[in-house]
């Protein structure tokens, strides 16, 4: 058998599987950002009409994989995998809507690089001809998040001005090798990478080395270059872990000064908005992908995309006990239709 | 391509997938109990020589990794992918034993399911190419599981009967093409299934109807039965789940009686160790597979073996707003080599 691993730690998809439909539903205030034309959904309420944050969150989820389904009129029942995770304990947003979709379920959890992690599942699955379609899916939600890692919201703490703003929105991919859509042909899995930072109200700076690491590797991996990239985009470094990556990259002899950029960075104006260092979440790359890059990928505005979700693994545990902040992030190369 | 998908949630191997090498490490109850014999490693305290009970799950996986390369010689940088997941929030145990081991790393939850969810995607991805060694791995610690989901230890809280005493252990399997070892021939990924049980006390009768439900799939997918395998171990039902199982499978016309078992019955001795309603915890199949099993499979003891690892997927805050224990199963078939 062909040996579909190259280098240290990527994978070279021979049979290209598509992504042949997104969905990306999003609270009220990504829904004001400059984005909002893209996003399927966007709520008024970010309850969406039931009783808890965490119970939203899930069926976020739940909502964005079968409108992404019902898009492409497929049955959700011809779904072979559902691929998910989030940051809430024990994946609670996930689980729930498995529980309601009732797809054969992996439950996955890379904090915030869920996205591309879910997504290089899924193309195994299709590539290896494990299934006919898969499903990748995740989600955040600000005021889950917020209480679950930093303080009730109802003490309304001062942030500092490194601190992300979590997205409220959930984004889902369905990958076949029926169908048409934009393909992907590269995964490169991430190590964990931990610099010594553990302030986690500075999650940029602790996760620009580890999208740095997977950047390189990706490079050296496959021997493609910058320019073979119209754009490099990040999960969710934010404006300072975003200047870090791009500093830590030029240092390694890597200029890309033209053609990257961090979805935290684009889905709110943070001077309007007031979000201070960027969007963060698992929904952030999850939305900015489902809604507005994949469009650019379907209307061939951008044919080469390296998709680059970046996620800290603490927790409140392992801030408390002193530990550093791990980090990890999973690469994957997209290519516009016509680019196949 | 061949479709490697059976039936509604079954991949067949092709290329059948060895297990190489295993290894158990398990704490000083576990070392008191029926199967002392087969751990590699009975610790002496629970802590291993760190400072929280959360770092020492955390070591427990990755020595388990580093011992079950150690025995075949591999030099763990040649792994391509480490496969794991754990109880704790945000995945503490293996993410920092990730850090550690720097191997390509993929994060799975699947509660006490994660064995046999690692064991199947490890196996994916040496049967499809994607690289020469997966390895698949999990823990749970008894102490770092009752004060994240029950009470301080100090509190001294009297436990049910229908509780289950969590396993504080981690074991790990390597998988390649090369190599000798028992095979994985099928895996059988489960769907949420829960039928509304809300007692964070009998996890066992929540997951019963879920192992039932990937047993009965799994047998309908592949059209084999139960007189195929010597053995089908279930992962922590414990004693009233096991019986719940049994039950629910003769109400189908599935007949276990003479070849059908739980690893959170086999670990313990529950009248002589207080351990109630028997073993729990992502450990449990774990060390009960990479120790006993493994050995029983190796010496042809056991020539055909379905392993239905069970997760309960409940989180603190979902039991807290109301919500019943969604569940789920995922189940290997795993030959002996004289079998292969």
């Known amino acids: 058998m062909l040996n579909k691993k190259i280098g240290k730690q990527t994978i070279k998809f021979l049979e290209a599987p598509k992504i042949i439909s997104t969905n990306a539903i999003v609270g009220p205030k990504e829904g ?3 984005l909002r034309e893209h996003f399927d959904v966007i709520l008024e309420d970010d ?3 039931v009783d808890t944050w965490e119970k939203a969150e899930s069926r976020m989820i739940e909502e964005s994989v079968k409108a992404a389904a019902k898009k492409i009129k497929l049955d959700i029942r011809e779904i072979d995998y559902f691929f998910a995770g989030d940051l809430l304990n024990q994946l609670m947003s996930s689980t729930f809507a498995a529980r309601h979709l009732q797809i054969p379920y ?14 290089s599942l899924a193309a195994i699955m299709i590539d290896g001809g494990y299934g006919d379609y898969a499903v990748a899916a995740t989600s955040s939600h600000f005021s889950t998040a917020e209480r679950q890692f930093r303080f009730p919201l ?30 992907i042909s590269y995964a ?8 010594g930072i553990s302030d986690a109200n500075n999650m940029g700076a602790a996760m620009a080395p580890a999208a740095v690491d997977t950047i390189l590797t990706h490079f050296s991996d496959t021997g493609l270059s910058p320019k073979d990239y119209d754009l490099i985009i990040t ?25 990257f950029s961090d979805c935290g960075v684009e889905i709110f104006d943070h001077k309007k908005q007031d979000t201070h260092a960027g969007g963060s979440g698992c929904g952030c790359s999850a939305v900015v992908f489902c809604g507005y890059l ?47």
């Open 188 to 195: 490169t899995i991430g190590r964990v990478i931990d610099f």
């Open 235 to 259: 999960g969710d470094l934010g404006i300072i872990g975003m200047d870090i990556a791009k500093d830590l990259l030029l240092k390694e002899g890597i200029d890309v000064s033209n053609n």
């Open 32 to 34: 004001e950002g400059p």
């Open 154 to 183: 109802e003490l309304g703490n001062q942030r500092p001005l490194t601190s992300q703003w979590t997205v409220t929105g959930a984004g889902a991919a369905i990958l076949s090798s029926k169908g048409k859509g934009p393909s």
């Open 47 to 49: 309850l969406f009409g």
């Open 294 to 340: 994949y469009k650019q990928l379907k209307e061939d505005k951008i044919k080469n995309l390296l998709l680059v979700s970046t996620g800290a693994l603490l927790s409140s545990t392992s801030i408390h006990q002193g530990e550093s902040i791990p980090c990890i992030a999973h690469a994957v190369t997209i290519k516009s239709e016509s680019n196949n």
């Open 106 to 119: 992996i439950g996955l959890f890379g904090a915030c690089s869920t996205l591309t992690e879910s997504l």
